[in-house]
């Protein structure tokens, strides 16, 4: 769901941006769990220039290792690679259920930028009161008010239907509901002292897991980039906007059963993500 001034936009928190599923080619439900039948030489042939493919991107993304941004001596940013790890330990505190205290410097706001991505995108957004506690934790003071009546018209009773859920946002029963948003790496696009604008790669689940279901898990992929401004001792949201992508080429593995994709996300918890 798209934040703030950029509602609308395509894509979205939540996971309502297009999604690009590939199901098995079977009569049956996508949780039947059926393996497609087919060639193997044609799914080796898919596996291989899949692997390729993904190579070619790991490492053309690897030798960009952050030259776009300016030359700081004092830069506490990894130098490898975008995506590398710093060594620094992640933030110990959180606020409402949040991780929160990050540093005051670059790395802190990709790790803010990382985290706040997660809590907007999770299935605690569909609930007023528990979208209201995330708002009012990651969004600048000034801000909140106008992302909680932007958020208010987007979750609607007619949204939370199209996508499976009962009017007022729970799940049905004996569906389980999953919105689930993963940061796969972030980049700052610029900063300053008080300022900075971090883009977030992520890929998203959403969807209900139940044998009746006609909205099961589907992903997506997508790059959220978020403005921040360091205010009352750590940094908050100033505005978001989203696109699609990138993506990577699809595997060819079955789908899991409604069983396995709900025991899978009643079991699997999240990360605190830092540098």
Known sequence: MSLGDEHGSS???????QTH???????????????????TSS???VTVVGVVVLLIAAIAFANRGGDDLPSDETDDSPKAAATAPSGEKPV?????????????????AESAAA????????????????????????????????????LDKAY????????????????????TFVSRTSPIGTKVIESSDNTATV??????????????????????????????????????IVTHSQKDGPVPVPGDKRASSAEEMAKAVEEYGGFTYAR
């Not at 079977?26 to 393996?35: E, H, I, M």
């Not at 007023?128 to 801000?143: E, F, H, Q, S, Y």
Request: include cysteine; charged fraction near 20%.
């Open 11 to 17: 894509g979205g928190y939540g996971g309502t941006g």
């Open 199 to 236: 883009e977030v790669w992520c890929s998203g689940l959403l969807g209900l897991a139940g044998e009746s279901s006609t909205n099961p898990v589907t992903s997506s992929w997508f790059t959220i980039a978020i403005q921040l401004e360091w205010t009352n001792d750590d940094w908050k």
């Open 115 to 150: 985290n706040y991505a997660v809590a907007l995108g999770s299935a605690e957004m569909f609930s007023k009161n528990r979208r209201d506690a995330i708002l009012g934790t990651v969004i600048v003071p000034a801000r909140i008010a106008d992302f909680k009546a932007s």
């Open 156 to 175: 609607t009773p007619e949204f939370n239907k199209n996508v499976g859920l009962n009017e007022d946002g729970t799940a049905p029963k004996g569906a």
């Open 43 to 45: 799914r080796s042939l």
């Open 21 to 39: 599923t590939r199901l098995p080619e079977t009569d049956v439900s996508p949780y039947a769990g059926g393996r497609r039948g087919g060639r």
């Open 92 to 108: 110990q505190s959180k606020a409402a259920g949040i991780p929160s205290g990050f540093a005051h410097n670059r790395q802190g």
